[in-house]
């Protein structure tokens, strides 16, 4: 995901099957991909 982006359900399966393969996902508050932090201002 980039800023700006908006959140599909194709872009969280990818990233989902993306850590399930062990890809590390950087720039994710956890390494499990548990939540994705989202700020708005």
Not at 8 to 26: F, M
Not at 28 to 37: D, E, K, M, T, W
Request: hydrophobic fraction near 45%.
């Amino acid at each position: 995901l980039i800023p700006g982006e908006v959140i599909t359900e194709s872009a969280l399966s990818y990233l989902l099957n993306a850590r399930d393969e062990g890809v590390v996902i950087s720039g994710a508050p956890g390494s499990h991909l548990q939540c994705i932090l989202v700020c708005d201002i």
